[in-house]
C-alpha cells in the first residue's frame, strides 16, 4: 500500500540546535506531501506542504522542507530549536485517490 | 469563525455502548475524514466522504459507521463491535483538489469503561 514513513519516533534536540525530522514515502509518482504540528490534546496544524512549485518548501515557525525525489524523501527541518518546538509532527501524503495517510509521528523533546 | 468543531472534547461510555461523536464544518468543504489516533501510531483513517451521501472505508473501518446527509456534518458511530474503542479520534475536511491540506478540529478523547 502506498505510505509514509517517518524515521525515528523520537528526537531530542538542545535549544538552538538543529531539527531534523525524516519523512519518505513510498510510490513512483510524487505525491502531494505536508507536515503537521500536534500540541497535546489538540487538532493537528499544518506546518508546510509540497505541491511541485518547488522542491524547498519554508512554513510557519521558521521549519522547511526540501522534496528530494530520487531518495523519495520529504524531510523536516528548522535550524535553531526553541523550546515552543517541542510537540508530535507529522508527515502526510496524498495520492491520486484523494485520501490523506499519516506517518506515525516523531515525537520531538527541545532540551534547555 | 470558519473551522471545524468536534464535540465532545471528552466522552466516556460504558462497554457495549454505541457512541456518537460529532463533527461540523463550515469551511464549505467538501471532503472529510476520521482518523483514530493511537500512542506511537500515527494517525489512523476510519472512513472519509468525498461528497454528500457518499463515503468509503479507511484502513480501520470495522466496527464504526458515518454517516454524510449535509456537506458540513460528518457524525462517526462507535459501535459494541469495536473491540478496541478507548482512542483519540481526531476529524478533518479539506476543499476539493488534490494539493489543498486538510484541516483539523480539535478532537475528541473517548473512554470506555
Known amino acids: 500500500a502506498q505510505s509514509v514513513t517517518q524515521l525515528g519516533s523520537h528526537v531530542s534536540v538542545s535549544e538552538g540546535a538543529l531539527v531534523l525530522l525524516r519523512c519518505n514515502y513510498s510510490s513512483s509518482v510524487p505525491p502531494y506531501l505536508f507536515w503537521y504540528v500536534q500540541y497535546p490534546n489538540q487538532g493537528l496544524q499544518l506546518l508546510l506542504k509540497y505541491t511541485s512549485a518547488a522542491t524547498l518548501v519554508k512554513g510557519i515557525n521558521g521549519f522547511e522542507a526540501e522534496f528530494k525525489k530520487s531518495e523519495t524523501s520529504f524531510h523536516l527541518t528548522k535550524p535553531s530549536a526553541h523550546m515552543s518546538d517541542a510537540a508530535e509532527y507529522f508527515c502526510?501524503?496524498?495520492?491520486?485517490?484523494?485520501?490523506?495517510?499519516f506517518g506515525a509521528g516523531t515525537r520531538l523533546t527541545v532540551k534547555p | 469563525d470558519g473551522g471545524i468543531t468536534q464535540s465532545p472534547k471528552y466522552l466516556f461510555r460504558k462497554e457495549g455502548q454505541n457512541v456518537t461523536l460529532s463533527c461540523e464544518q463550515n469551511?464549505?468543504?467538501?471532503?472529510m475524514y476520521w482518523y483514530r489516533q493511537d500512542p506511537g501510531q500515527g494517525l489512523r483513517l476510519i472512513y472519509y466522504?468525498?461528497?454528500?451521501?457518499?463515503?468509503q472505508k479507511g484502513d480501520i473501518a470495522e466496527g464504526y459507521s458515518v454517516s454524510r446527509e449535509k456537506k458540513e456534518s460528518f457524525p462517526l458511530t462507535v459501535t459494541s463491535a469495536q473491540k478496541n474503542p478507548t482512542a483519540f479520534y481526531l476529524c478533518?475536511?479539506?476543499?476539493?483538489?488534490?494539493?489543498?491540506?486538510?484541516?483539523f478540529g480539535q478532537g475528541t478523547r473517548l473512554t470506555v469503561v
Open positions: 469551511l464549505n468543504h467538501d471532503a
Open positions: 502526510a501524503v496524498r495520492y491520486n485517490n484523494n485520501d490523506m495517510r
Open positions: 478533518a475536511s479539506n476543499p476539493t483538489g488534490k494539493n489543498t491540506e486538510a484541516f
Open positions: 466522504s468525498q461528497i454528500v451521501n457518499d463515503f
